[in-house]
């Protein structure tokens, strides 16, 4: 745990000192000390443990600083779409052309569907531009992207196992919107109101860290809940997080400044966890080519597939250039979607550590570009 | 993880219910669901880690309040010896009464010398009187008493091992010493220098957050050596949260409110998981005896103890009374010695789980009697 907080603290003053986001210095040193470098510390079931926390309180954070209809937009819904559907073909005919079979081929194209609203939302938040259209533009995307991307994934399984069925992807999906709206609105009307009661009543004024605990525990239910429905855990606690959006409470301990906290300790170690996660030593040669290639798709298809519907629907050319940079990075999803088709021999381990290292790469790459975007501009 | 903060709270609203401490109801809770009653979750490594996060960084924010001068006196000493000797004493001759070897009744008597200052300090904490006479007395025996039970630790394993050496104690005792004494300096003189540098430079202000890692890092840190040289990591914590006591910083986001939030969330986890640790169904009848007598043993002998050279150094006759009760409580430490007996083989399954109860006991016993001693004072 020590270490854990000595390399995300090496982290801040690496991406100092290369003028980059703490989360680029973050990664790096995870990189450096996990497997693939110097194997000082390896991913174990507390590393994961930890940076899980960390992703889902990040998530939560930033999601008690959107509005719901901010995001809740039908062009962004576009947007996802055409950040799922043209990474989906690249990643296809890129696997296809390497000569994979078509299982395969079917799980790299959806390993590129996904998007990690982690990276992308922490970077906007350190620059400060949360509030700015594009940024709402990329949140409202990437959770929607969260949803599609399941569809692609409960689709992708079922094409290759040969057994699809409408009827049961259109479940799926049903469960999982059904989460979001139901989640939401429970959040908005239930447990904000028995926040405000909880906040007036006698047990808060013995414990005014109740309140705290509770809001935290509501994060992680939901962070569980998204589980179960086969979203990502951190869409949950970002929901959970939108729906508690601008509560005042008077007498409790303010739980916002509490998460934000945890966020600090807890987001950094998430970040130097995805680092550790990384191990190239497992990358042939043949594997690096196909990797390359990988990353450039992944990004090519994610930037003009979303910059193109931007732009379509009459954002800035900056604008557009933003939100396509901002749906780029793949984060832990993709690794997840990868870990799947290794462990259901779908892909061979070559393939699985060129995956997880397009995800690092795409992940890294978006804070960077984000920063001399925004810098430009403003 | 959602799970925990569930029962978390549900420990506060029983606490509360029964009008008794947050901390007696969330042990409570934790046997409830524990493996002795309802057998809904089990202390894996993920509940054990988040639990000694919460007791690290729980003591870290007691040692913030706490000034060295308060602490550090000779005839704190003379109240923590006799909380070591009293006890051993109490235990060795109960445990050969009821027919153990040498070398168990070693093992219970240097089980009992433990004091758990988790608990008490908490406690004290939460009814606003850590900076009472008595607390302070309480709080520093307790951090001598951890070094003592350190040296009554190594002796017993040696005297059952046969390997005593005069040599070998010392060493150890000198490490332990010289571990606290140069963890104080070097914190209050160096580290503080660092943290107050820190505050003014550039990084900081790009990265507020950077102290509050730090410090945490700086906690961490601590537990991890005081563990090396024997004292339990939470001793090496508070020394950390001491040496930091009274700076103030003005550009960072402040780290003791940062730290006092990590502490809601994970020191409630801390108390639901030493309930988990207990599994009563391992107690046959006669253990059973063994147990009752033990519990009665365990606290007399302290109280007595350290009651006794509270008043003889001239305390008032109820804070003599809050000295003993406070110093009662074996909290993890009595559970970690007795699970060394265990694994060494010195102590039965049936004697170790009577030694984790009685632990468990004198725990929920504390908090409870020193409110009443309290509310009687006020």
Redesign the interface.
Known sequence: ??FL??L??AG??LG?RINQS?IVGEILIGVAVGPSLLGLITYT??VQ??GQ?GAVVMLFVVGMEIRVGDIAKIRYGLIALAGVVFPWAGGYLLASWFGFGFGGAVFVGTALTATSIAITANALREMGKLQTDAAKAIIGAAVIDDVLGLLALSMSADLVSGVFSYAGTFVIIAKAVAFLAFGYLAGHYGVTRLIRRMDRS??VK??P??T???A??FA??Y??TAELVGLSAIVGAFIAGVSLEGIRLSNS?SFA??AE??Y??FG?IFFVSLGILVDVRGLTEAALWFLLALTCVAIVTKFAGCGLAARLQGMSGRDSLIVGIGMSPRGEIAMVVALMGLTDRVIGQDIYTAVVVMSLLTTLVTPIFLKRLYRAKG
């Open positions: 745990m020590s907080l000595f995300a603290m801040y003053l100092s703490a079931d507390f443990g930890i926390i006698g047990i013995r414990y860290e109740f705290f605990i509770f935290m525990m992680f239910l962070a569980m301990k400044e509490g906290y945890l600090i300790i950094a």
